[in-house]
């Protein structure tokens, strides 16, 4: 039974518009949460994280959101660029648990010029 | 700049053969991890060490064991492939949340 949910196998968006990436997690002992980004034939790599006691985390075009209360963050990437092309993981771990980390499906994302 | 270090790159193996997959990392990272991608399914878990000289399992550890031989080193090994265990395989190490991925072993069992 996944914890992490990515309902979303793929996004497809035009260069420089918004890119939005949605997870959901079921796990309310979930403290702490992370992007990652996958190119193919690599292995995944950080991106942006998020503790619970926030509600929002940005680094540079790599804006994510934490709604506690319904269970979901999300991952704005502004303005999208073609080398964001990637599956994008969102992550989750509880406090103690040896940093272990759930993951979600993935979002492939296709950004078009 | 290396990393983790995974080898092979590729492996095909008939059902029922054995072999391990290596991994090292030059971090001095304690934890480390053996995970596996499918479609569709994401990464699990299949087996961590916490620091050297512990293992445990993760969500999906059947058919595999594994050894922490060093903090550097973390091997995994399929006694008898099933085609099952076909799926990308991933080692990582980390001391906090943001883990350094190698960069896989693809493994088909025919």
């Given amino acids: ?113 | 700049n290396a990393g983790v270090t995974q080898t092979p790159k590729f492996q095909v193996l008939k059902t029922g053969q054995s072999m391990t997959l290596q991994c090292a990392q030059d971090m001095n990272h304690n934890s480390m991890y053996w995970y596996r991608q499918d479609p569709g399914m994401g990464l699990r878990l299949i087996y961590y060490s916490a620091s050297e000289g512990t293992t445990d399992k993760g969500e999906v550890p059947n058919g595999y064991n594994v050894s922490r031989l060093n903090k550097r080193e973390f091997s995994l090994r399929l006694e008898s492939a099933a085609p099952s265990q076909t799926s990308v395989y991933f080692c990582a190490s980390s001391d906090w949340y943001g883990y350094t991925f190698g960069s896989g072993t693809r493994l088909t069992v025919v």
């Fill in chain 1, 1 to 113: 039974d996944q914890q992490v949910k990515q309902n979303s196998p793929s996004l497809s968006v035009q260069e420089g518009r918004i890119s939005i990436l949605n997870c959901d997690y079921t796990n309310s002992m979930f403290d702490y949460f992370l992007w990652y980004k996958k190119y193919p034939a690599e292995g995944p790599t950080f991106l942006i994280s998020i503790s619970s006691i926030k509600d929002k985390n940005e680094d540079g075009r790599f804006t994510v959101f934490l709604n506690k209360s319904a269970k979901h963050l999300s991952l704005h990437i502004v303005p999208s660029q073609p080398g964001d092309s990637a599956v994008y993981f969102c992550a989750a771990s509880a406090q103690s648990n040896d940093y272990k980390l759930s993951f979600g499906a993935g979002t492939t994302v296709t950004v078009r010029a």
